[in-house]
């Protein structure tokens, strides 16, 4: 992979480049800044300069020393990011105009280009402005839209840079895209699930969402269009993907039975809870009210019956186990009908349920295996999303 040149313009988002730049580096890309002028005004270019380990560049003639360099860095770079991007840069960009390193250097490149605009909300509403975005989107050039709150000018609306985090999201698509994913639905379930005895009283596990939400992370970057059906968790949603939150097993069934027919992978990595109460109060019960045994009775099993109604689907089932992690997975993957069984030992505190790391034995009906050794739920996402990219390539060839 190359690296990533990033544009930073004059805006008091200006700070959130830095964090940029770390997320990018913790992905093991490389980063070379382009300063305008007037974001020297806000941070020295020193400390890019320190952050990256690379002379950040702002001047298009360079005491003339390398007065091409707006040519040879072309071929250094994967993907242009102007993030902050002005309202005074879309509209050079828009209309050709090269008149400092950054604009010129757009014209230049031959990679993607994305652009994050922040700016004053009238000033990201105004017709022109608008009209610029609508002639670059048609020319080819991407864009994280901005969010909407409270702006530095004291007004509230569209024109607070998108985060860090989205923002990178959206550049790694543009970069790590694959064939095999581009235009496939993917749906992941994550979270765990709750089943209410009454409004303050539920059964359910210990599952973060972290390793649901990391696939859906992993799928929208490979180029996938991402569902999420999550369970309660406290984290936030990767960006690009399409959210929908459920509490209770029964209402993530009927989530994921409404996308299934489009769904070309499904990731049932959701701790759904096996059992519900049998009956389910509305008002809060006194202690005294509780019987010391409560009757239970079966929750639905979403994944079976994906197997069951499966068409074109490829179904990957997690299983998450306390011993005889193999057999217990095995049997589960055959009973419910999958095409790649994900077996997680749950018992240690390290991996499994709510800890940063994974570590997991892929099992396949034909008897194939793999352990991926322990490492964090985003490279496992990653290897779990190379083998499903495996078996579409395989199905494609079949077809
Ligand atoms: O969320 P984290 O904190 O990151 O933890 C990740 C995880 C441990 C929850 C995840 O890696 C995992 O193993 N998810 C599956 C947990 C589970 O419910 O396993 P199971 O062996 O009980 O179920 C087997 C499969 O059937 C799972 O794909 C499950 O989603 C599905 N299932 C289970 C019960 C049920 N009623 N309906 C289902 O669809």
């Not at 250097?105 to 017709?127: G, I, Q, S, T, W």
């Not at 799928?219 to 991402?226: I, N, R, S, T």
Request: with cysteine.
């Amino acid at each position: 992979m190359k690296k990533i040149a990033l544009g930073v313009c004059s805006s008091i988002s200006i700070y959130k480049a830095c964090e940029i730049i770390r997320l990018f580096q913790s992905e093991g890309l490389g980063v070379r800044v382009i300063m305008t002028e007037k974001a020297t005004r806000f941070i020295q270019p020193y400390l890019f300069t320190s952050l990256t380990g690379e002379r950040t560049i702002v001047e298009l003639f360079d005491d003339g020393q390398r007065p091409i360099e707006h040519i040879s860095l072309v071929d250094e770079i994967s993907l242009l990011l102007i993030a902050p991007a002005t309202a005074n840069i879309i509209a050079k960009m828009a209309s050709g105009v090269a008149d400092d390193f950054l604009s010129t250097f757009y014209l230049a490149v031959k990679c993607p280009v994305l652009v994050a605009p922040a700016m004053n909300e009238a000033m990201y509403l105004h017709p022109q402005t608008q009209e610029n975005i609508k002639k670059l989107k048609a020319l080819g050039v991407n864009f994280v839209e901005p969010e909407s709150g409270y702006l530095a000018c004291g007004k509230q609306g569209p024109g607070r840079l998108a985060s860090p985090r989205t923002i990178v999201d959206h550049s790694l698509r543009l970069i790590r895209s694959r064939e095999a994913f581009r235009g496939k639905v993917v749906l992941v379930t994550a979270g765990p699930t709750r089943e209410f005895l009454d409004p303050v009283r539920f059964l359910s596990n210990p599952s973060s969402g972290k390793m649901g939400y990391e696939l859906a992370r992993e799928a929208f970057q490979l180029g996938a269009e991402v569902i999420l059906v999550s369970g309660p968790t406290y984290f936030e949603p990767p960006a690009g993907v399409h959210l929908e939150k459920v509490t209770t097993a029964e209402e993530m069934k009927q989530a994921v039975l409404k996308h299934y027919p489009r769904a070309d992978v499904v990731l049932m990595a959701a701790a759904v809870a096996d059992f519900r109460f049998c009956g389910n109060f509305r008002e809060k019960l006194r202690k005294q009210d509780i019987r010391p045994v409560l009757e239970v009775e079966p929750t639905p099993d979403i994944l079976e019956e994906l197997g069951r109604r499966k068409e074109r689907q490829l179904l990957v089932g997690f299983a998450a186990e306390t011993g005889e992690l193999r057999e217990k997975a095995a049997e589960k993957m055959t009973r419910k009908g999958v095409d790649l069984m994900v077996a997680n030992d749950v018992s240690g505190q390290e991996t499994g349920f709510a800890s940063d790391d994974n570590e997991v034995l892929l099992i396949w009906p034909d008897g194939r295996s793999r352990k991926i050794p322990r490492m964090s739920k985003r490279k496992i996402s990653q290897e779990i999303m190379k083998e499903i990219e495996v078996l579409l390539n395989e199905r494609r060839r079949q077809i």
